[in-house]
């Protein structure tokens, strides 16, 4: 039986890794868990899963000592945003395996995340690495060509450029496929969320940029792809659901019966593929340059994107200029030459208040 910690449980991830877990009570065990803003489900979560009432706490520094102190195979990061990098951190110190669904601690935290990792200690919650993963399993790593990355294309996939210059938070929030947070679902509406995984998908597999490719994919049933270099390409296939990635988070590299129902090939089904047009949605082609860069340049470019997008939903900026803000920020930045925790963190205050900067000329 393994003893789980959950960080942000009473986000998406959280509550479905713990419905997963209700699932399936001979596998698992709660002994920790962290929220942050729902304290009623919080403290709900652990009467259920008889978590001792010291195991339940608010907060990323609450978060942190919780996985310094508390005895877990597997910890759970589904914490939103780059708060989660000291959690990351901390697990990977006491080396528990880290089910990462913090992409932005990876992103942000670059060599000083990876480096303190132990070979197979991070396992990716994201949909698309979680696939990844899975399609690597079919060959060795000298064989792989290039992996590619799949994308819904968002609510406005093929939209021009002036189309959208009157995108409003409300449309940008309606999301064709999944059901996620403001800052996710948005940042899926500017492909920001993308240019992330690639980020991503660079650190977690070590494979350069220019072998990483994005397509279109609208169904958002092939979560991801992995082309081997004899030109044949592996796709991991399940409809759209997160329980699936989860649950694999909890169990690598083993899998439990019935988490998600699978394609039902008696019916007819088709599926579709298409590139995905870089000068309109700009995002991946910065996070190209800002990951080979690397540094505390995804730091500044993940910050500088929480703010835009607060700015944006509160109707400061157009939708364009998220991006616009975002580049200017990163072309201002002037990286640490040293990655400490310290030196992300810094860098991130620097960007947020150069972006909110640069926000309040713009309102």
């Known amino acids: 039986m393994k003893k789980i910690i959950i960080l942000g449980s009473t986000g998406s991830i959280g509550t479905q890794a713990l419905e997963i877990i209700e699932a399936n009570p001979d596998k698992f065990k709660v002994v920790g868990l962290a929220g942050n803003t729902n304290k009623d489900l919080l403290a709900a979560q652990g009467l259920k899963f008889s978590v001792p009432e010291k195991n339940v706490v608010v907060g990323a520094v609450a978060?942190?000592?919780?996985?310094?102190?508390?005895?877990?195979?597997?910890?759970?990061?589904?914490?939103?945003?780059?708060?989660?990098?000291?959690?990351?951190?901390?697990?990977?110190?006491?080396?528990?395996?880290?089910?990462l669904a913090n992409k932005e601690s990876l992103i942000v935290g670059g060599r000083l995340v990876t480096d303190a990792a132990a070979p197979g200690q991070i396992?990716?919650?994201?949909?698309?690495?979680?696939?990844?993963?899975?399609?690597?399993?079919?060959?060795?790593?000298?064989?792989?060509?290039k992996l590619i990355l799949t994308a819904s294309g968002g609510p406005f996939r093929g939209f021009s450029s002036d189309q959208l210059k009157a995108a409003t938070p409300e449309q940008a929030l309606k999301h064709p496929t999944w059901t996620m947070g403001r800052v996710v679902t948005t940042n899926s509406a500017t492909m920001v969320n993308k240019g992330l995984e690639l980020i991503e998908a660079h650190l977690l597999f070590g494979i350069p940029f220019e072998r990483i490719d994005v397509t279109v994919h609208p169904q958002s049933v092939v979560h991801s792809m992995v082309s081997f270099i004899d030109g044949s390409?592996?796709?991991?296939?399940?409809?759209?659901?997160?329980?699936?990635?989860?649950?694999?988070?909890?169990?690598?590299?083993?899998?439990?019966?019935?988490?998600?129902?699978?394609?039902?090939f008696t019916k007819a089904h088709t599926w579709t593929f298409e590139p995905l047009d870089e000068e309109v949605f700009k995002a991946v082609k910065i996070a190209r340059q800002v990951g080979s860069a690397g540094l505390t340049f995804p730091a500044a470019y993940n910050a500088a994107?929480?703010?835009?997008?607060?700015?944006?939903?509160?109707?400061?900026?157009?939708?364009?200029?998220?991006?616009?803000?975002?580049?200017?920020?990163?072309?201002?930045?002037?990286?640490?030459?040293?990655?400490?925790?310290?030196?992300?963190?810094?860098?991130?205050?620097?960007?947020?208040?150069?972006?909110?900067?640069?926000?309040?000329?713009?309102?």
Not at 125 to 141: F, I, T
Not at 236 to 252: E, H, R, V, Y
Not at 307 to 327: M, N, S
């Open 63 to 99: 978060a942190t000592e919780l996985v310094e102190n508390i005895d877990a195979d597997v910890v759970i990061n589904g914490i939103t945003g780059s708060i989660g990098l000291a959690p990351t951190l901390a697990t990977l110190r006491t080396g528990k395996r880290l089910a």
């Open 233 to 264: 390409i592996i796709a991991q296939c399940s409809p759209p659901d997160m329980k699936l990635p989860i649950a694999l988070g909890m169990t690598w590299p083993n899998r439990i019966d019935d988490v998600t129902p699978p394609v039902d």
């Open 123 to 145: 396992v990716p919650v994201d949909s698309e690495h979680s696939a990844l993963a899975q399609c690597l399993l079919a060959g060795d790593a000298k064989e792989v060509a």
């Open 305 to 363: 994107n929480e703010q835009a997008v607060d700015a944006f939903h509160d109707r400061k900026i157009a939708f364009p200029e998220i991006l616009e803000i975002i580049e200017e920020v990163v072309g201002l930045h002037t990286p640490s030459a040293e990655m400490t925790l310290e030196s992300v963190l810094e860098a991130e205050l620097w960007a947020r208040e150069t972006a909110n900067q640069l926000i309040a000329q713009r309102s």
